[in-house]
């Protein structure tokens, strides 16, 4: 009896004590051939931020801030402050020859008091709306009395929106944002409401462009920008110091009846400080009778520095012609001396028996990501693989199912999938100050608690993976970046994920799989707020799109993912957030545009108007919908 029990034990603890490693924990990622276009990186063209609006810094000269402001569409003109005293401050606006002092006159205006923000992040806001008011110049002077502002310092923001369709794009021309390497951005203006969206004609005459850079020190530097191809303008820097840079254009022009307009945009740019080379030639060696290492020689990486790794083998069959085998790619561990260290990717050889690669192997489309950043290290189009042994499995007749080992490596720990004990895991979001599910519409529940925290996805997933530890198994329904981070978590690590049982592995809600634009303005204003939780890179457009690209669709089809907005009434302004809107496209739920909570390959179920993202907005919290909680909880695995 006493044996049985230890046993018993013993297995349930087998979970613990693999979590208590750490590259132990690492899947060993794979995929065919026919996935290899979607795990490559994009075009850094085609993630840019998109900008309908201006966010213009106020800064103060003996308390009076004066700016000549080009209005071209007189339709739904909101006009914001962002500040922490702006309501000391008086604000007049003068439109043809017409002064109204904007506080007096709050009676006559539509005017709302609200907050901007992301989760847990939030900054105050005043919004001030006309409809169908006076285009062209409007002079904006804002007071402010002494103590409510630093002298030539930024004292908060003006927001400036309309209905016109003309928009800002910007993007940086490399995903490479190293310390010494030249980083461009590239901005144009293109018309919204036209076909092709982005690529489409350029429709206005720019002016002036330039940017305005704070880098990781505070320090701000300028960036002129010059004409580039197909109407595009172009600026450059070259980051001298590791950290978080904010890069805030400004364009200047007219559209083409000639009407001015101004647009800004944000972007948050992570330069790490790294130096990796990578080396000429890659070679396998032995692990068992069914896996191999494949070494990639690396310099400039410390020992013990987390990368993901990706690379795909190429071979020749028996006729001679090239023919893919599988990609690979996964978390790996530089070991050997920084100088010369080198990287591992382990290798079924049961992909080489599907292909019937024969020789004349070489690795192409290698690239290291940074863990945290997905900042690109080091990269190349190809190098030779040596392998000089095959694993007996190499020798086998392949039969015709792609296996859960091949895709994702040998589990290190025994399967639990039926032991007793199994949660579902509610996971908040970003800085969240606790759980937003009500936790009576959930069964058998536990709540994930990291308040008030700004992580990255991969230290999310790993808190994620620690407090699931003390589980056999868990299934996760998580609320906006919570959803993003326990995919994480199921791609690249071993946890109580993988043991679970029913219909739908991770549920999430509100999620920014493809980013958000308010992780560029949120960079911005934490610099004058305080920085509190921070600004967080994963949720930017780009920073968003190379996470992505690591994230096969066999761990996306384990997703299934709901969607909402606010409710089209035809009475009022369609937003969540009227504090928010300007800065997003239609339809949204006041943080997150419904194009960019797609994920790709996973289970859309659906999209509900009339729920917002958290709490506070116009319609109620998505998470508070009593009848997806339901659906939620019914199908959740555990």
């Known amino acids: 009896m006493k044996k049985t029990l230890l046993l018993v034990v013993l297995m349930l603890a087998l979970p613990l004590l ?79 020859g017409r002064r109204v002092n904007l506080r007096e006159n709050l009676n006559t205006l539509d005017y709302r008091n609200g907050q901007i923000g992301l989760d847990g992040v939030s900054y105050p806001a005043e919004v001030f709306s006309f409809d169908y008011t006076r285009a062209g110049s409007w002079r904006i002077e804002i007071t402010a009395p002494k103590g409510t502002f630093l002298e030539g310092a930024t004292a908060g923001y003006l927001v400036v929106s309309n209905n016109s369709p003309y928009q800002l794009y910007t993007h940086l021309d490399t995903f490479r944002t190293l310390v010494g390497n030249p980083v461009g951005i590239v901005t144009s203006v293109f018309d919204g409401s036209a076909k092709g969206g982005t690529t489409g004609a350029i429709a206005s005459v720019v002016e002036t462009a330039e940017a305005e850079l704070r880098r990781p020190d505070g320090t701000i530097e300028r960036v002129s920008f010059g004409a580039g191809e197909n109407g595009a303008f172009k600026g450059s820097f070259v980051p001298r110091i590791a950290g978080q840079y904010i890069a805030q254009v400004t364009v200047r022009g007219r559209t083409p009846k000639g009407d001015s307009f101004l647009r800004t945009s944000e972007t948050v740019i992570e330069v790490l400080g790294d130096n990796a080379k990578l080396g000429a030639s890659s070679y396998t060696t032995l692990i068992d009778d069914t896996r191999m290492n494949v070494h990639i020689p690396t310099g400039g990486l410390g020992v013990g520095r987390k990368v993901i790794a990706y690379g795909e083998i190429w071979g020749r069959n028996a006729g001679g012609e090239e023919i893919p085998v599988a990609w690979l790619s996964g978390m790996t561990v530089a070991g050997g001396r920084k100088t010369r260290s080198s990287l591992s990717l382990t290798l079924d050889a049961r992909w080489l028996t599907r292909s019937d690669a024969k020789g004349d192997f070489e690795l192409r489309n290698v690239r290291l990501q940074d863990a945290d950043y997905f900042v690109t290290l080091a990269e190349t189009d190809r190098m030779p693989l040596t392998i000089t042994a095959l694993p007996a499995a190499a020798n086998r007749a392949f039969s015709s199912e792609i296996s859960d080992e091949m895709r994702m490596g040998r589990r290190p720990y025994a399967d639990v999938a039926n032991a007793v004990g199994g949660k579902l895991m509610l996971v908040h979001g970003y800085c969240s100050g606790g759980n937003p599910y009500p936790t009576s519409q959930f069964s058998n529940n536990i709540v994930f608690h990291d308040p008030n925290r700004n992580r990255t996805h991969d230290q999310f997933a790993n808190l994620i993976k620690n407090f699931g530890a003390s589980y056999p198994s868990f299934g996760i329904v998580a609320h906006s970046q919570g959803g993003a981070a326990s995919l994480h978590l199921y791609t690249y690590y071993w946890s109580g994920l993988d043991s679970a049982t029913g219909a739908r592995l991770i549920q999430s809600v509100g ?84 194009a960019y909570a797609q994920l790709p390959y996973a289970i859309n179920r659906g999209h509900k108007t009339g729920w917002c993202h958290t709490g506070g907005m116009r319609d109620p919290a998505q998470t508070s919908d009593a009848s997806r909680n339901a659906d939620m909880n019914a199908n959740a695995a555990r």
């Open 18 to 96: 693999a979590f208590g490693a750490s590259s132990d924990l690492f899947k060993n990622l794979a995929g065919t051939a026919e996935e290899m276009n979607s795990m490559r990186l994009p075009s850094p063209d085609a993630v840019g931020t998109r900008s309908g609006s201006a966010m213009i810094p106020i800064r103060f000269v003996k308390g009076k801030w004066t700016i000549d402001l080009p209005v071209e569409a007189a339709e739904q003109l909101k006009i914001s402050l962002l500040a922490p005293n702006s309501e000391a401050w008086q604000i007049v606006a003068d439109a043809d």
């Open 511 to 594: 999620t920014p799989y493809q980013g958000t634009a308010l992780a560029g303005n949120l960079a911005l204003l934490g610099q004058i707020f305080g920085a509190g939780c921070g600004s967080n890179a994963n949720m930017s457009y780009s920073g968003a799109a190379t996470w992505l690209s690591g994230i096969p669709t066999w761990a996306r089809a384990k997703v299934n993912y709901f969607t909402t907005s606010f409710s089209d009434v035809w009475y009022r302004y369609d937003y969540c957030n009227i504090a928010t809107d300007p800065f997003l496209g239609d339809p949204d739920d006041g943080v997150v545009e419904r």
